[in-house]
C-alpha cells in the first residue's frame, strides 16, 4: 500500500479495452514526511475521489485486473481508500 495526493485525472482515447469505463486519477506518491516520492502513478479509482484528497493505493498487479475483470489488463495502481 502506498499514500499519494491526487493532481489529477486522464483521459484516452484509445485504451485498452479493459479500462473502458473506469475512472483514472494521476497520484503522486507520498514518503512518510507527505512529501512527493519518485513519478506520479495512473491508478482506476472507483472510489471518485478528487484533486487534491490524500488516497491510499495498492500496486498489487494480480488484485488490479481482478478488479477490472480482465487477466490481460496492463493496470497495476488502484485507489483502495481516501484519507479522512
Not at 13 to 40: F, Y
Request: charged share 20%.
Amino acid at each position: 500500500m502506498q499514500l499519494g495526493t491526487v493532481i489529477g485525472h486522464a483521459t484516452a482515447t484509445i485504451k485498452h479495452p479493459s479500462l473502458n469505463g473506469w475512472r483514472m486519477v494521476i497520484v503522486q506518491p507520498l514518503d512518510i514526511n507527505n512529501q512527493a516520492q519518485g513519478d506520479p502513478v495512473i491508478a482506476v479509482d472507483k472510489l471518485g475521489s478528487a484533486e487534491g484528497q490524500q488516497v491510499i493505493m495498492n500496486s498489487d498487479g494480480q488484485a488490479a485486473r481482478e478488479l477490472v475483470g480482465n487477466d490481460k489488463s496492463p493496470i497495476r495502481w488502484f485507489v483502495i481508500g481516501i484519507k479522512d
